[in-house]
């Protein structure tokens, strides 16, 4: 296995219309504990070691504030930074104390499409603490690019991520042994596509699935099982039109896996997964995908 700088996918924040709303959903229904409330943010733990997955903001409108990775070491923060200006990123702030609520040290980046990026190390912790269908952490962001090459070659180059698979939209690029933490797809616009939380096991996909429907949230595309990452997936549309996902079963890879191209990904016609059972995805679904921006500058 290659030495990963970027070690993994840690957190979203989220900025939301409507905080008490989604805070609600997050936690009544979708399976997080809130955690903190610090300067009015609102912090949200799944049932893994992570301090929080997702940290919900007051906004004008519902969008995506940045993404958060972890590092291997503090001293990958300065290449990392390095690399990132050299491949079209700002650096917004120096490697610094991290006055949040997870702690460590923190710096941060806006990426060449404008998504703001934080790296930590040293941060806070939990004790896992499992709830059988409930998300144990994220598994990735999806994120829309009008450039999806240029934006891989940024996580290739800037971060050290390794490009596992490329569909004809997609590009899945990964940090760890998981098929891949980041998933960037075409667009016309660049911003949030989706989140994707990770379940223990398809069994707890299925039963959350069910708690979203009787909740009043019907599932939005799927159930079924991607190719690249051959994971099962199941997709929700949040009170405030953010897509999120859950899923289970992700592909683990190491350096014999073998990548395969936009030639080698492709359904016969009418199907959009391995199974063959989940529906074509639905217009207000695709809308939903395209409609969170990233916070402006």
Aim: aromatic share 8%; with cysteine.
């Amino acid at each position: 296995m290659p030495r990963f700088p970027v070690t993994a996918l840690r957190s979203v924040d989220l900025g939301t219309p409507d905080i008490d709303v989604s805070a609600k959903f997050y936690c009544d229904v979708w399976g997080l504990e809130r955690v903190a409330e610090v300067a009015g943010v609102i912090y949200l733990r799944a049932s893994g070691s992570d301090h929080h997955v997702v940290a919900l903001h007051r906004s004008a409108t519902t969008e995506l504030r940045s993404v958060t990775f972890r590092v291997a070491s503090s001293d990958d923060f300065e290449s990392i930074a390095a690399n990132a200006r050299a491949e079209g990123a700002q650096l917004i702030s120096a490697p610094a104390p991290n006055d949040a609520p997870d702690g460590g040290t923190v710096m941060v980046l806006r990426g060449p499409e404008g998504g703001v990026l934080r790296f930590v190390h040293g941060d806070a912790t939990h004790a896992p603490k499992p709830r059988g269908d409930r998300p144990e952490r994220l598994a990735h962001v999806n994120l829309n690019s009008t450039d999806v090459d240029r934006s891989a070659r940024f996580y290739e180059k800037a971060l050290g991520f390794h490009l596992t698979d490329r569909s004809k939209i997609m590009a899945f690029v990964r940090c760890n042994s998981d098929h891949h933490a980041v998933v960037i797809a075409e667009a016309k616009v660049n911003g949030l596509n989706h989140v994707a939380f990770l379940l223990p096991s398809l069994e707890s996909v299925m039963r959350g699935s069910g708690r979203m429907i009787d909740a009043g949230f019907p599932i939005a595309w799927g159930v079924g099982r991607h190719g690249p990452g051959d994971n099962v997936f199941s997709y929700f549309i949040d009170p405030v039109g953010t897509v999120i996902e859950y899923t289970a079963e992700v592909l683990q890879v190491d350096d014999a896996y073998v990548f395969r191209g936009p030639h080698q990904w492709v359904w016969p016609p009418g199907r959009t997964d391995q199974w063959g059972i989940a529906p074509p995805k639905a217009e207000h679904v695709k809308a939903a995908q395209l409609a969170v921006g990233y916070a402006a500058a």
